[in-house]
């Protein structure tokens, strides 16, 4: 049964989608709490750690990336930690 409120790859997406270029880690996990905090929405001690696992599961090109479809990347060309969504992927988002 679907949730009224967003999953964590749901929340990923909306804080890179208006970012064709990636953002750094830090920055995304900034605009989850941010969207969290908007809504009064539990921000748990774990979060930073459940954003990166999520975020690595469906990073094309990551180790512990699960099989099936790659959401997200790092660029090759950005220094640091940036993510970026994969544009190219336009089916349903589901964790």
């Not at 921000?43 to 959401?71: H, Q, W, Y």
Request: proline share 5%.
């Amino acid at each position: 049964m679907r949730q009224d409120r967003p999953t964590i790859v749901e929340e990923i997406v909306a804080a890179l989608a208006p970012h064709p270029k990636g953002l750094r880690r830090w920055s995304v996990m900034r605009a989850i709490r941010k969207g969290r905090e908007a809504v009064s929405r539990e921000i748990p001690l774990k979060l930073e750690a459940d954003v990166e696992r999520t975020f690595r599961r469906f990073c094309r090109n990551d180790e512990m990336r699960a099989s099936g479809t790659a959401l997200f990347y790092r660029p090759a060309e950005k220094a640091g930690e940036v993510w970026a969504l994969d544009t190219s992927y336009a089916g349903e988002i589901q964790e």
